[in-house]
């Protein structure tokens, strides 16, 4: 089974910062990352997908890399603003599955 | 384009009861999957329908049942309700005949036992 660690599980930084969130996995075999973010009380909603044939996606101000012999991946955000506040969530999907296995999250605070 | 839907927004039962819980699959998607989320938890994996049949499974109890409808919209039915059942249930749907497709969550229906 797809194993997903996210690090850290909270962070805060100041308004403007550029920022990484880290997630490792440990299976290599893997079809697809996506991230997602979620806010407080609500569902998910996708960021970025990243195919196992890529390396990154970009949208907006979020990068996202994929390096699949490392078993990492990370999400970039630039210019951080204070309605990126939420929890971010990574997601894998094995090549031999149906579900997405998501680490804890991290939680981001922006503060102004 | 519609979003994926669930109902009810909250719902709250006691020990033994059965709940059901209902999702809308986002226009032309036909891939329905269920996820559970524990408060402070990453959600888990409770099943996968497609064309009406289930196709994948996680590790949760076969009291955990579900249903997919010919218009795509699925149904999450939990039977003999435990104090632990108590999550947050995200309907998630996806084209099929493209897997590199993001999955697409509704807001999820908050689930408490007493």
């Known amino acids: 089974k797809q194993e997903v660690t996210q690090i850290p599980a909270a962070l805060s930084v100041p308004e403007g910062e550029n920022l990484v969130l880290n997630c490792s996995f440990t299976?290599?075999?893997?079809?697809?990352l996506q991230w997602f973010r979620q806010d407080p009380g609500k569902g998910l909603t996708s960021l970025l997908l990243?195919?196992?044939?890529?390396r990154e996606q970009t949208s907006g101000r979020l990068n996202a890399s994929l390096d699949k012999s490392s078993g990492r991946s990370t999400l970039y955000i630039a210019a951080s603003q204070p309605g990126d506040s939420a929890t971010y969530l990574c997601?894998?999907?094995?090549?031999?599955?149906?579900?997405?296995?998501f680490g804890k999250g991290t939680s981001l605070l922006v503060t102004p | 384009e519609t979003g994926v839907t669930q109902s009810p927004t909250h719902l709250i039962k006691t020990r033994g009861q059965q709940v059901t819980l209902r999702c809308s699959s986002q226009?032309?998607?036909?891939?329905v999957s269920w996820y559970q989320q524990a408060l402070g938890q990453g959600p888990q994996f409770i099943f996968q329908?497609?064309?009406?049949?289930?196709?994948g499974r996680g590790n949760f109890p076969p009291r955990f049942s579900g249903l997919q409808f010919p218009n795509y919209s699925s149904e999450l039915n939990v039977n003999a309700l435990e104090l632990d059942d108590s999550a947050l249930y995200l309907c998630?749907?996806?084209?099929?005949?493209?897997?590199?497709?993001?999955?697409?969550f509704g807001d999820g229906t908050r689930l408490s036992i007493l």
């Open positions: 997601a894998g999907k094995s090549n031999s599955g149906y579900a997405l296995n």
């Open positions: 329908y497609y064309r009406e049949e289930e196709n």
């Open positions: 998630a749907s996806s084209p099929a005949e493209t897997g590199n497709q993001p999955q697409h």
């Open positions: 299976d290599s075999a893997i079809y697809n």
């Open positions: 226009s032309g998607h036909n891939t």
């Open positions: 990243i195919q196992s044939s890529q």
